[in-house]
């Protein structure tokens, strides 16, 4: 008898954004003309960039030839597009890695989602919160989460980030084995100072906690003070793995290419107190369960480097940086209580008057025939809090923005 896996059957049904489909659909089936304007999906919409497409174009003609065809590549990805990353994003900020330490993937997600499989699954996990909904899905999947109460997983030590915080999450009052940080964040669009990201990687040193540093936006951030890596903090690399993309960088939600960073000093203990350095493990891990990502891909992610490269990218990041400092600036214009969208592509709104989440994304959708995100749909803290994106048009932001003029 094959018994599944239960843990599976811990996890809500409903995933957020099928819910939010489903009450999309509902308003128009009794409004079949309403023009609706979504600000809720976080995929990118600009094309991408000539010299990624060139160089896309390059790597095609290369594989219809015999010396140019490229088959299986190093599980760990081509050295061309690891040594462009250990150039371009660590040395010019002072840190020296090896493209050893660089795993190449098909994008964060999976990596976010797997590299839970390195540590043992009675580990703690602490995550701030609302949070991007993988890190603690993944670890349900495997029985790491506990059961879920009140729409809190049992084994999930959650930071809280709020205004009253001023999205400052707190060091937990406890030892915490494994903790998740998202910065720029998703959903709130908040940054981490390096002061205070020097507290996190003081704890993970003293208490021997190893940290998952989510580094998805840090294309977004434009402020010089804020660390765009963790390892700009001394002693992270004895303690962080992180996690990069080129998908919000630079439109490859499509492409598929990211990175994983693995630094050799990083160690975990065995049960005996034996050190084990995790870089080998991971090596280990994707030499057995991925088979790399396309040579197509690492060609188009190898192109975000080259000058022309960087100066596209750059204009892309503006124009939906355009967007959130002009939706910022209307809301606040509205009285509305705002916050990110400074250094991240997402602008996260109180509700006005405390209204509950799904309860302001619904009565937003009737009224103003616009779409934003419940932010209790990221966690507890996450309530009372809904949020936009970026991502979308000029024009159609602009159109937004008018339309809640109207109805607030
Ligand atoms: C979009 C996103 C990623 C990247 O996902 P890919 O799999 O690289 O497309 C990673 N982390 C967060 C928080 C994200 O929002």
């Known amino acids: 008898m094959a018994l599944v896996n239960e843990h599976f059957l811990k996890l809500p049904n409903n995933y957020l954004f099928a819910d939010v489909a489903k009450k999309i659909n509902a ?25 990624v497409t060139e160089a896309m174009h390059r790597a095609v003609d290369e594989m219809a030839t015999e010396e140019g065809f490229h088959g299986y590549g190093p599980e760990q ?11 371009n994003d660590f040395l010019p900020r002072g840190i020296r890695l090896d493209p050893s330490e660089i795993f190449v993937n098909d994008g964060a997600k999976s ?3 797997n590299i839970q499989e390195l540590v043992r699954w009675d580990n703690s996990i602490g995550v701030t919160d609302p949070i991007y909904p993988v890190y603690i899905d993944s670890n349900v999947m495997i029985g790491r989460a506990g059961e879920l109460k009140d729409g809190r997983w049992s084994n999930v030590v959650y930071l809280p980030c709020t205004a009253e915080n001023n999205f400052v999450p707190q060091l937990p009052d406890r030892r915490v084995d494994i903790i998740y940080l998202c910065y720029p964040n998703n959903p709130t669009g908040t940054v981490i100072s390096k002061d205070e990201l020097r507290k996190w990687v003081n704890y ?21 003070d804020i660390p765009h890596s963790i390892y700009e903090i001394k002693g992270a690399r004895k303690v962080a793995i992180e996690f990069h993309s ?29 050190r084990i350095a995790l870089n080998q493990l991971w090596y280990r891990r994707q030499c057995t369960k991925f088979n790399g990502t396309s040579y197509i891909s690492q060609r188009a992610a190898e192109a975000t ?23 910022r600036d209307e809301l606040s214009r509205l009285g509305l209580q705002v916050f990110g969208g400074e250094n991240a592509p997402y602008i996260w709104l109180k509700t006005p008057g405390g209204e509950g989440s799904w309860r302001f994304f619904e009565q937003m959708l009737y009224n103003a025939h616009v779409v934003c995100t419940p932010g209790v749909g990221f966690g507890p803290s996450g309530e009372g809090y809904v949020r936009f994106t970026a991502f979308g048009n000029h024009e159609d932001c602009a159109k937004a923005m008018e339309r809640l003029r109207k109805w607030i």
């Open 27 to 51: 308003f128009k089936v009794s409004h079949p003309n309403a023009d609706v304007i979504s600000l809720g999906i976080g995929d990118v919409t600009r094309p991408l960039c000539p010299a």
């Open 77 to 87: 990805g081509y050295l061309f597009l690891r040594e462009a990353i250990v150039k």
């Open 111 to 113: 990596d976010t989602g």
């Open 204 to 224: 993970a040193l003293k208490n021997d906690t190893l940290i998952f540093y989510d580094a998805a936006y840090e294309a977004y951030i434009k402020d010089p």
């Open 246 to 274: 080129f998908s919000k960088t630079a439109g490859f939600t499509g492409v598929r290419c990211g990175y994983t960073v693995v630094p050799k000093e990083l160690t975990a203990s065995t049960l005996s107190g034996g």
């Open 305 to 327: 480097y080259t000058p022309e490269g960087k100066e596209q990218i750059r204009q892309t990041i503006a124009y939906y940086m355009d967007n959130a400092r002009m939706m």
